[in-house]
Every structure is written in structure tokens, then in C-alpha cells.
């Protein structure tokens, strides 16, 4: 017993099985903190008040950690993927303590930026470790599993949130985060060994802070953007300026700078540019389905809260068992194969929502959930396994997060964009000779609120948002067509693995 004690913790040696349940642990750490947290938020508006400022506790966690990722990627790079995942964690621990104690929105809020500068370490540098440890075909499989770990988050994170508000207290939903942080970091820090170079390096402080201000302004505009900015406003034109300006200059320092955060060369690899442009393309189709379709289920199907849950749940246990399959795919037909067959998936999901109707029922909307699951998990897990066979050690964290942010970014922009089609659409209906607003299609929404409504005045507003939301799939089913159109470019030798 003491002999394999000692085996166990024996330095120099790394111990895949129980690092990968440590990355695993610490990804299921950040993953299941954006489905857990939704489910507590009514509990939380209830007792700190401040309902105005309800999105700025999704968007302050998004903000941060889509502005850190690339930063993050890059320093991994540098200095090893164990002392900055251990420190990403231990600050998404000490904002998720904090969220906890919180007694006020503002606070909230705050707490929610320091979890997100911490999140932004976790999934890009959880991710690349697999990358180092496991080798070319061995990775195909393991990315999988990881892949299906934000499945399992998804369908029980909700579960868990309703549990602890129902039983404990809200803050329960921030705080159960803690044991599984911390087993993350030990075992981490006890079983992996890495042979990092001892050497000084240039940090490039220019190229972090302007890249901070150009993805902080571009996020602020995009999450705000036809909501409290109008899209036409002087702080959204500003906004738009600052960012662009800043990025003009980061891309400049950046083909200056000895160790650049963003080596421009890797987007010079085909199948990192096409992985990168595909999956902001995804990004966006993912937020489409995820932000709209309950809306369709409650508002036009008139079901019930737990009925357009199970809809967007299909969609995570579509995701897992592709993720599996796309190991296997990867290794017998190759990346680009296993792309394409992801992004037909995407299209044919993509046309079951666009032609979706009211008596379809709900269990029409969970197929296609469940097919465009079928095909993120297929495309995702190829363009890690492809992106990390393609570059070196010294850039896989990098290459790695430079997907994330891709996909982060993707989830933004479906966000304004899509938000906008919607709220466009409904609009121009309204505004044909009829006395309502945008505002009335909130009250679709509410059961009781439904309950009382005229019939006409129902219908009118059900027909109003089926139109709109069609609209919204049918640029969906764009974004999916466009996918495999880039998917088509990947290259179609398989490259060798870089170690």
C-alpha cells in the first residue's frame, strides 16, 4: 500500500488517468457554471434586487473570459500549462466565493468579472494538456470524453441549480464549485510533470493590453448593442472605433514582437484558418438554437418551462455521444471527412428548425436540437485533434485557445445579430396597423399572462413570433451552409502530428 502510495506521487512522471480526471474535474468546473447559474438567477433578482442590470450577470463572466482566453493560451505557452491552469482556478475559486457572499447586484457583478478572468485559463489550457500528454491518435478519443463533459454540465447543471436553490440557498450554486476547484488544482499539481525550459522571456505587455482594449470594446458593444446602446448612438460608434483602432495596432505589435500573445503564423496553416473561421461560424448557430428555442416551445407551443428545457437538453446528449464517435471517425476517415459529416448534421438541423411549426410539438424541436448536437460534436472535436496535430508544443496553447475565442466571439456576435433579426422582424409585423410592441410578445411568455389573453390577440402575437423566429433559423441554416463550405477547404492530406 505504501509502495504504490509512493508510486503514485513519484515526481518526473506523469500520471495520464489522473490528470485527465483533474482537467476533466476543472472543466466541468466552468462549464457547468453557465447552465447552473440561469436557473438560480430569478431566486437571486428576488433577494438583491436590481433586475436592470440581470444580463450584466451573464455578460461580465462572458466578457472576461473571452478578452483572457487568447492571453491565457499564450503564457501557457511560455510557462508551462500547470502553473497558469492552477492559477486560472484558484481565481475562478476566489470569485466563485465571493459571487457567493454577494449582497448586492453591483457586487454580484464584480464577482462575476474576477470568475470569468479565471474561467479564461481553464477550458484552452485543460484542453492543450490532453494535447501534450496523449499522443496524435490516442487524443481523438480523449478529446471526446472532454468534448462530453459540457454535455453532462448542460443536462445536470439546471438540475443541480433548482436543487440547491429549492433546498439550500442560491449561493450554494457559486460555492459548490470549491471541492471540485480544488481537486482540479492538487491533482494538477501532484500527477503532471512537465520539462518547461528555463530561459527569460519578453513578455508582450503592448500586445496584452491592446488586445484587452480591443476585445473589452468589442464585447461591451455586441452584448449591449440594441439593448441599453442603440446601435446608432455616439458610445456605439466610439465603441466600435476604439476596438477597431485597437486591433489595427495589436496586429502591428504583434509582427513586431519577439514573443508575440498571437503568432500570426499559425493562421497561415489552413486547417487552423479554416477550424477558426468555422467555428465563429458555429458559434453563432449555437447561441441561435440555445437563446431562441425556448421561447418557441413556451410562447407559440405553449408548453411548459421544463418541456423547452428538454428540447435544448436533446442538444447535449447529441453532443457527448458525437464527440465519442469523432475519435473513432478521426482515425478511420481523417479530419475532413468527419467535418463534413458534423456540418451536414448542422444543415439538416438547421432545416428541421427553419420549417419548424407549432403542431410539429416539442419532441420536432428536441430532434433537431439533438442533430445540431450531433453535428458540434463531430466538427468541434475534429478541429481540436486537427489544430493540435498541426503546431508544436510551443504553440498547441496558443493554437488551442485561438479556437475558444473564435467560438466565444461567435456566440456574441449570433447573440446581437440574431437578437436584432428577431426583434427587426416582430417590429415590422407589429407595425402593420396593429397597437403593439415588442414589449407585448412578453406576455406570450408568461402562462397566466396567456391565459387571459383575447384569442385574436394571441394568435396575432404566436404568428408574429413563428415568423419572426423562422427568419432567425433561416439565417441559422445560412451560417450552417456556410460551415461546410470552409469544412470543404480543409485541406485533405492529414498532418502529421508535431508531438
Not at 447552473?36 to 451573464?58: C, D, H, K, N, R
Not at 464527440?323 to 478511420?332: A, I, W
Not at 466565444?408 to 446581437?416: C, M, Q, Y
Amino acid at each position: 500500500m505504501g509502495e504504490s502510495l509512493k508510486s503514485l506521487f513519484e515526481k518526473g512522471k506523469t500520471k495520464r488517468p489522473l490528470v485527465l480526471i483533474s482537467v476533466m474535474l476543472a472543466t466541468f468546473m466552468g462549464a457547468i457554471e453557465a447552465t447552473i447559474v440561469s436557473t438560480a438567477m430569478p431566486e437571486i433578482v428576488g433577494e438583491l434586487g436590481g433586475f436592470s442590470l440581470y444580463s450584466w450577470v451573464f455578460s461580465a463572466y462572458l466578457l472576461m473570459n473571452a478578452v483572457t482566453v487568447l492571453i491565457y493560451g499564450k503564457l501557457c505557452d511560455l510557462y508551462g500549462r500547470k502553473p497558469i491552469l492552477i492559477f486560472g482556478i484558484l481565481i475562478f475559486l476566489i470569485g466563485s466565493i465571493l459571487c457567493g457572499l454577494a449582497t448586492s447586484m453591483e457586487m454580484l457583478i464584480f464577482s462575476r468579472f474576477i470568475q470569468g478572468f479565471g474561467a479564461g485559463a481553464v477550458t484552452p489550457v485543460a484542453t492543450t494538456i490532453i494535447g501534450d500528454i496523449y499522443t496524435k491518435e490516442e487524443r481523438a478519443k480523449i478529446q471526446g470524453y472532454l468534448s462530453s463533459v459540457w454535455g453532462i454540465s448542460a443536462v445536470s447543471g439546471p438540475a443541480i441549480g433548482g436543487l440547491l436553490v429549492e433546498f439550500v440557498s442560491w449561493r450554494y450554486v457559486f460555492w459548490v464549485n470549491i471541492p471540485l476547484g480544488l481537486l482540479a488544482m492538487f491533482g494538477v499539481w501532484a500527477f503532471l510533470d512537465e520539462k518547461i525550459e528555463k530561459k527569460k522571456h519578453q513578455i508582450d505587455y503592448a500586445g496584452a493590453i491592446l488586445l484587452t482594449i480591443a476585445v473589452s470594446a468589442l464585447m461591451v458593444l455586441l452584448v449591449e448593442g440594441g439593448v441599453h446602446i442603440a446601435w446608432n448612438s455616439l458610445i456605439a460608434i466610439i465603441l466600435f472605433f476604439i476596438s477597431l483602432i485597437a486591433f489595427v495596432f495589436f496586429f502591428h505589435t504583434e509582427k513586431k514582437a519577439v514573443e508575440p500573445i498571437m503568432p500570426f503564423s499559425i493562421w497561415r496553416e489552413k486547417s487552423i484558418l479554416i477550424a477558426n473561421l468555422t467555428s465563429l461560424s458555429t458559434g453563432i448557430i449555437l447561441i441561435g438554437i440555445s437563446s431562441f428555442l425556448p421561447a418557441f416551445v413556451q410562447g407559440v407551443m405553449e408548453k411548459p418551462p421544463i418541456v423547452a428545457g428538454f428540447t435544448l437538453t436533446a442538444m447535449s446528449i447529441g453532443w457527448p455521444i458525437a464527440s465519442t464517435l469523432s475519435g473513432r471517425l478521426l482515425l478511420k476517415i481523417g479530419f475532413r471527412l468527419t467535418s463534413l459529416i458534423g456540418g451536414a448534421a448542422l444543415i439538416v438541423g438547421s432545416l428541421i428548425f427553419a420549417t419548424l411549426s407549432p403542431e410539429a410539438g416539442p419532441i420536432w424541436a428536441g430532434t433537431g436540437s439533438f442533430v445540431i448536437g450531433i453535428g458540434m460534436g463531430l466538427t468541434t472535436t475534429a478541429f481540436i485533434v486537427s489544430i493540435q496535430s498541426t503546431v508544436t508544443w510551443q504553440q498547441r496553447g496558443i493554437a488551442t485557445a485561438s479556437n475558444s475565442f473564435m467560438r466565444n466571439l461567435g456566440n456574441t456576435i449570433g447573440a446581437a445579430l440574431l437578437g436584432g433579426v428577431l426583434n427587426s422582424s416582430i417590429q415590422a409585423k407589429l407595425s402593420e396597423g396593429k397597437e403593439l410592441s415588442l414589449d407585448s410578445v412578453n406576455l406570450l411568455l408568461s402562462e397566466s399572462e396567456r391565459s387571459h389573453m383575447a384569442i385574436e390577440l394571441k394568435l396575432t402575437l404566436q404568428e408574429t413570433l413563428t415568423g419572426a423566429l423562422h427568419t432567425v433559423y433561416l439565417v441559422v441554416l445560412g451560417f450552417a451552409i456556410l460551415s461546410i463550405l470552409l469544412v470543404a477547404f480543409l485541406p485533405k492530406k492529414e498532418m502529421e502530428s508535431n508531438g
